[in-house]
């Protein structure tokens, strides 16, 4: 069997299961990112670029030269394996970044967890938990929830 550092991104398939394939190379099988299920493709995806050796991509660069022309070639790799890996609902979200990896990743689990049912329950939560206290003034109550309405 072989490492799995030396899996290719071509070996990536769009299921749930970790399996090998019959010539002996490790397969990593993950869903793709939709709203509802990112900390599992979150942990699936880090294994995997990690496995890749493309664990550096989860950094800001600070290299120069050859090192760095070696960063921005798996930083293109990274950008490539998360087109194949996002769901059509969330590639508007590669489209108006897509520059750097660690940027794109960042935007795409900031996306999925404001989409989140915990973020929208918490929101809600706030949002009716709010108590007008009597003698203070209404609008400024008023302004209080148009504003956490429209941070959510």
Known sequence: MSNPSSAHP?????????DYSDSGSLKIKVNQLTQTNLVQWKCHMT????????????????????????YQ???????????TTVSE????IL????ELFLTTWNALGDACRKNSTVTICRALT??????Y??????????????KMYASY
């Open 10 to 18: 071509s070996n990536i398939t769009q299921t749930t299961e970790d």
């Open 133 to 146: 206290e009597p003698g203070s003034s209404l609008d400024s109550h008023i302004d209080l929830f148009l």
């Open 95 to 98: 489209l108006e970044i897509d």
């Open 47 to 70: 294994n995997y670029l990690n496995g890749c050796s493309y664990g550096c991509l989860f950094c800001a660069p600070s290299e120069k030269g050859k090192a760095m022309t070696k």
């Open 73 to 83: 070639h798996k930083n293109r790799a990274g950008l490539a394996i998360l087109w």
């Open 89 to 92: 609902e969330l590639q508007g």
């Open 126 to 131: 706030r949002l009716t938990s709010l108590m």
